[in-house]
């Protein structure tokens, strides 16, 4: 779907330990997103970035970190994952902000902290 | 506080009846908004957007009508079939938010045979 890979797309890992989520485009979009999508929450933003090495923050960024080195890559980085990270993250993507450029999503990563 | 948020958490529908997805907003400001769809163990799917200065739109099937009068938002599905069946979420994009987008929590539409 709208060429994005999220990688990979089930982990489960224990508390204190680093993880790194990937998303990976092959439609050269300028802007990409990581959200978290819980139960009763919706989907929220964590961090989002317009160009290669240039992000901003989300909503609820806490916790996390991210890299774009490269056009087509988008790393979300929990330096020592808790139980409250425990979600499933999903990366989006879209050509532009605003009018006319809809974000389009991959399919997906669950992540389980114990 | 201020949020995109659905009027019905379900909605159960007979195949081939119409369904109406409804979605109240709350930021006059906001200029711009979205509807995906999301099925189990999916990505949400974009189906439609519609700007502020319209007040419908149609696509294949799906219409969204904006009635800034009262901030609602609705998506209407013509002919429901089961692969319908799925999560629908509205989004807003806020003037000043710098195109971010703010997702309402969502509604289960369930389509019978």
């Known amino acids: 779907d709208a060429g994005i890979t999220q990688s990979p797309r089930h982990k489960v890992t224990e508390t204190g330990t680093p993880v790194t989520l990937r998303c990976h485009q092959t439609e050269n979009h300028r802007y990409m997103y990581w959200y978290r999508q819980d139960p009763g929450h919706g989907l929220r933003l964590i961090h989002y970035?317009?160009?290669?090495?240039?992000?901003d923050k989300g909503e609820v960024s806490d916790g996390y970190s991210v890299s774009r080195s490269k056009t087509e890559d988008f790393l979300l980085t929990l330096e020592s994952a808790t139980s409250s990270q425990t979600s499933v993250y999903f990366c989006?993507?879209?050509?532009?902000?605003?009018?006319?450029?809809?974000?389009?999503f991959g399919d997906g990563t669950r992540l389980s902290i114990l | 506080g201020e949020s995109v948020g659905l009027h019905l958490p379900t909605l159960s529908v007979q195949e081939g009846d119409n369904s109406i997805i409804n979605c109240a907003y709350s930021?006059?400001?906001?200029?711009?908004f979205i509807w995906y769809k999301q099925e189990s163990g999916k990505g949400p799917q974009f189906i439609i957007d519609i700007r502020s200065n319209m007040d419908k739109r149609q696509g294949q099937r799906v219409t969204v009508l904006l009635n800034k009068t009262v901030k609602h938002l609705s998506l209407q599905i013509a002919a429901t079939q089961p692969g319908d069946s799925a999560v629908y979420f509205c989004a807003e994009n806020r003037v000043g938010s710098q195109g971010n987008l703010i997702f309402g929590k969502g509604t289960k539409l369930s389509v019978k045979p």
């Open positions: 989006a993507i879209s050509q532009g902000q605003g009018l006319g450029q809809p974000q389009h």
């Open positions: 930021n006059s400001a906001s200029d711009y």
């Open positions: 970035s317009y160009g290669v090495k240039d992000t």
